[in-house]
């Protein structure tokens, strides 16, 4: 997984979204830390292992889903990178090209282990507080921990790097045909 190419792709649809709406100028990060917040509630809604009061908390696997032939887990994974990556360009508008992004992208693979002792509800707990957190400080060493726990939790689904990656690719080719359609 290339993330330098992720950041310019993201880049590129947050360029297109802010000239089409007319956001120039305008601080939209408040803004993609709720959407990334509700982005991963859904994901935690789609995994359904939290609910404990619910005979089914397997994931439901939808045909109808234009990511991976029905996994909407995914779906929902990617639209999170999305604003992860937004959200790290907000930061930094040229985080793509900073050492940081060079240095994660070299370590990406090695980034990303299974953590067997770490439950998938504390994950998510834990993604919760660090977008918070961010949100609060906006230090670069908070956002780092997200992606580090982002992948992880990506790991912990049964998502490999490649599977990301494709989704996100995909998704990204929706969101400019939803721009092109006057989403």
Same mark, same amino acid.
């Given at each position: 997984?290339?993330?330098?190419?992720?950041?310019?792709?993201?880049?590129?649809?947050? !360029?297109?979204?802010?000239?089409?709406?007319?956001?120039? *100028?305008?601080? $939209? /990060?408040? &803004?993609?830390?709720?959407? +990334?917040?509700?982005?991963?509630?859904?994901?935690?809604?789609?995994?359904?292992?939290?609910?404990?009061?619910?005979?089914?908390?397997?994931? !439901?696997?939808?045909?109808?889903?234009?990511?991976?032939? *029905?996994?909407? $887990? /995914?779906? &929902?994974?990617?639209?999170? +990178?999305?604003?992860?990556?937004?959200?790290?360009?907000?930061?930094?508008?040229?985080?793509?090209?900073?050492?940081?992004?060079?240095?994660?992208?070299?370590?990406?693979?090695?980034?990303?282990?299974?953590?067997?002792?770490?439950?998938?509800?504390?994950?998510?707990?834990?993604?919760?507080?660090?977008?918070?957190?961010?949100?609060?400080?906006?230090?670069?060493?908070?956002?780092?921990?997200?992606?580090?726990?982002?992948?992880?939790?990506?790991?912990?689904?049964?998502?490999?790097?490649?599977?990301?990656?494709?989704?996100?690719?995909?998704?990204?080719?929706?969101?400019?045909?939803?721009?092109?359609?006057?989403?």
């Amino acid at each position: 997984m290339n993330l330098i190419k992720l950041f310019e792709t993201q880049s590129k649809l947050d !360029a297109r979204i802010v000239e089409e709406k007319s956001l120039q *100028g305008r601080d $939209m /990060l408040p &803004e993609k830390i709720l959407a +990334l917040l509700v982005e991963l509630g859904e994901l935690a809604n789609e995994w359904r292992g939290f609910k404990f009061w619910s005979n089914k908390q397997s994931p !439901a696997i939808r045909p109808s889903n234009p990511i991976e032939h *029905g996994n909407p $887990m /995914l779906e &929902e994974y990617v639209d999170c +990178l999305h604003f992860i990556l937004s959200i790290g360009l907000e930061l930094h508008p040229k985080i793509m090209h900073m050492e940081w992004s060079k240095y994660l992208n070299a370590r990406v693979k090695d980034l990303v282990t299974k953590n067997e002792h770490v439950s998938i509800t504390d994950m998510f707990n834990g993604l919760f507080r660090l977008v918070i957190t961010f949100h609060d400080k906006q230090e670069l060493t908070d956002y780092t921990r997200l992606i580090y726990l982002f992948f992880n939790l990506g790991r912990k689904l049964d998502f490999t790097l490649d599977d990301i990656e494709t989704a996100y690719y995909t998704k990204n080719e929706i969101n400019h045909s939803r721009q092109n359609n006057g989403y």
